[in-house]
């Protein structure tokens, strides 16, 4: 149990340290709380981290053991690295405060920041993160490490889609059971959270640009099949019931939920098909000025349409506005949007408009961070956008 827990706890605790820290500044001793006072083990104390240097030595000399063994040292951290920078810089922290504090530091971390500093030059173009849901999921995701890259901002995760995440996993009883579209999925993180942990009984991810298109497919496949849950060659086997990949025109049909329908498949449409834990999990190519007329779309009757971070371009808001207005007008629905508040201006110039076509935008509560955790350096704002009758 002891080994389980940490193993969650420094695993969770390295992959967000690139995005829970601010001006450089590594605070360990304040995060523990977020991971250690849930557990109810005796053996994993409050002050467990605080231990790592100002415990005996022996005693931080395990806790330096378990902490390279769950982050740089991991498996799944191997098999899938985060950024190498990231890497360096949370060991680099680590040895410096231990040495500032007069311990010993375990020769591993010498080994392994070394091996780390003199190592062959990888691809840097993307790397990876890892977010610990509970005992059972884990979400990873390949992103681009430039935050504009190919022509478009949609190949890395945002605050909103950490934001909008944090908040489904939180609120998981108005996702179960529900037909759920998401515009603008990007990477992917929303959607596999929200499909792997809430149980909705349809998850629908969507976006336009082909770059963004691919990296989703291939992070929905990494999670949905297992691949990042099986590491250093142990065997797996795909538990998903059904894949469909279209990749030209085509009929096809797709059994869901008893029944069979179909639907033309093509290269503007339906790209990936899947099945996984009896919820149907498909990516759809979807602009927003084909919304109105799709006719896809009016077959989904979506009940929950999910969306993060769109709004941020002015030139985009009466294209945008026009799909949440055909989308909630249309049919019985509620649309959950996460925006992060660059720019108050911008963001109530969309709520106007949105008021202007009889749609009404109502500011829900958000609690700090509770499952995935990030920088709220930026506020931001989540709405439940719905249409006024």
Same mark, same amino acid.
């Given at each position: 149990?002891?080994?389980?827990?940490?193993?969650?706890?420094?695993? =969770?605790?390295?992959?967000?340290?690139?995005?829970?820290?601010?001006?450089?500044?590594?605070?360990?001793?304040?995060?523990?709380?977020?991971?250690?006072?849930?557990? !109810?083990?005796?053996?994993?104390?409050?002050?467990?981290?605080?231990?790592?240097?100002?415990?005996?030595?022996?005693?931080?000399?395990?806790?330096?053991?378990?902490?390279?063994?769950?982050?740089?040292?991991?498996?799944?951290?191997?098999?899938?690295?985060?950024?190498?920078?990231?890497?360096?810089?949370?060991?680099?922290?680590?040895?410096?405060?231990?040495?500032?504090?007069?311990?010993?530091?375990?020769?591993?971390?010498?080994?392994?920041?070394?091996?780390?500093?003199?190592?062959?030059?990888?691809?840097?173009?993307?790397?990876?993160?890892?977010?610990? *849901?509970?005992?059972?999921?884990?979400?990873?995701?390949? &992103?681009?490490?430039?935050?504009?890259?190919?022509?478009?901002?949609?190949?890395?995760?945002?605050?909103?889609?950490?934001?909008?995440?944090? $908040?489904?996993?939180?609120?998981?009883?108005?996702?179960?059971?529900?037909? *759920?579209?998401?515009? #603008?999925?990007?990477?992917?993180?929303?959607?596999?959270?929200?499909?792997?942990?809430?149980?909705?009984?349809?998850?629908?991810?969507?976006?336009?640009?082909?770059?963004?298109?691919?990296?989703?497919?291939?992070?929905?496949?990494?999670?949905?099949?297992?691949?990042?849950?099986?590491?250093?060659?142990?065997?797996? &086997?795909?538990?998903?019931?059904?894949?469909?990949?279209?990749? #030209?025109? &085509?009929?096809?049909?797709?059994?869901?939920?008893?029944?069979? $329908?179909?639907?033309?498949?093509?290269?503007?449409?339906?790209?990936? $098909?899947?099945?996984?834990?009896?919820?149907?999990?498909?990516?759809? =190519?979807?602009? $927003? &000025?084909?919304?109105?007329?799709?006719?896809?779309?009016?077959?989904?009757?979506?009940?929950?349409?999910?969306?993060?971070?769109?709004?941020?371009?002015?030139?985009?808001?009466?294209?945008?506005?026009?799909?949440?207005?055909?989308?909630?007008?249309?049919?019985?629905?509620?649309?959950?949007?996460?925006?992060?508040?660059? !720019?108050?201006?911008?963001?109530?110039?969309?709520?106007?408009?949105?008021?202007?076509? !009889?749609?009404?935008?109502?500011?829900?509560?958000?609690?700090?961070?509770?499952?995935?955790? %990030?920088?709220?350096?930026?506020?931001?704002?989540? %709405?439940?956008?719905?249409?006024?009758?």
């Amino acid at each position: 149990m002891f080994c389980t827990n940490v193993n969650k706890i420094l695993k =969770n605790l390295y992959t967000n340290y690139r995005y829970c820290h601010s001006a450089r500044k590594f605070h360990v001793i304040n995060y523990h709380h977020h991971y250690f006072l849930s557990f !109810n083990n005796p053996y994993i104390q409050s002050n467990l981290l605080h231990e790592l240097y100002s415990s005996s030595s022996n005693r931080s000399m395990l806790v330096q053991k378990l902490l390279l063994e769950n982050t740089v040292n991991h498996p799944l951290v191997k098999k899938f690295p985060p950024k190498l920078s990231y890497q360096l810089a949370f060991l680099k922290d680590i040895i410096t405060k231990l040495e500032r504090h007069g311990q010993e530091v375990l020769e591993a971390l010498y080994i392994v920041y070394c091996s780390l500093l003199s190592g062959p030059t990888i691809d840097s173009s993307c790397h990876y993160r890892h977010f610990v *849901i509970d005992h059972s999921v884990t979400i990873t995701i390949r &992103e681009s490490s430039k935050l504009i890259s190919q022509g478009t901002t949609g190949l890395c995760s945002w605050q909103a889609a950490l934001t909008l995440a944090d $908040w489904c996993l939180c609120n998981c009883e108005l996702l179960r059971n529900r037909r *759920i579209l998401e515009l #603008g999925s990007g990477t992917g993180l929303t959607g596999l959270c929200v499909s792997l942990h809430c149980k909705p009984s349809s998850y629908w991810f969507s976006d336009c640009h082909p770059a963004v298109l691919s990296m989703l497919q291939s992070n929905i496949m990494l999670n949905v099949t297992g691949q990042n849950k099986h590491v250093l060659g142990d065997s797996h &086997e795909d538990n998903s019931v059904v894949t469909h990949t279209c990749s #030209g025109d &085509e009929n096809v049909s797709l059994a869901c939920d008893g029944h069979e $329908w179909t639907e033309l498949c093509d290269r503007s449409q339906i790209l990936l $098909w899947k099945m996984c834990n009896n919820a149907e999990i498909g990516v759809l =190519n979807l602009p $927003w &000025e084909i919304i109105p007329t799709s006719d896809f779309v009016t077959w989904l009757s979506p009940e929950v349409i999910l969306a993060a971070d769109l709004v941020y371009d002015l030139s985009l808001f009466p294209v945008l506005s026009q799909a949440f207005s055909h989308l909630l007008h249309k049919r019985s629905c509620v649309l959950f949007l996460a925006c992060t508040v660059r !720019n108050e201006e911008t963001l109530d110039a969309f709520i106007q408009l949105l008021r202007t076509m !009889n749609l009404e935008a109502t500011e829900e509560n958000l609690s700090p961070p509770s499952v995935l955790y %990030y920088s709220t350096d930026v506020p931001g704002k989540l %709405y439940r956008v719905s249409a006024i009758r």
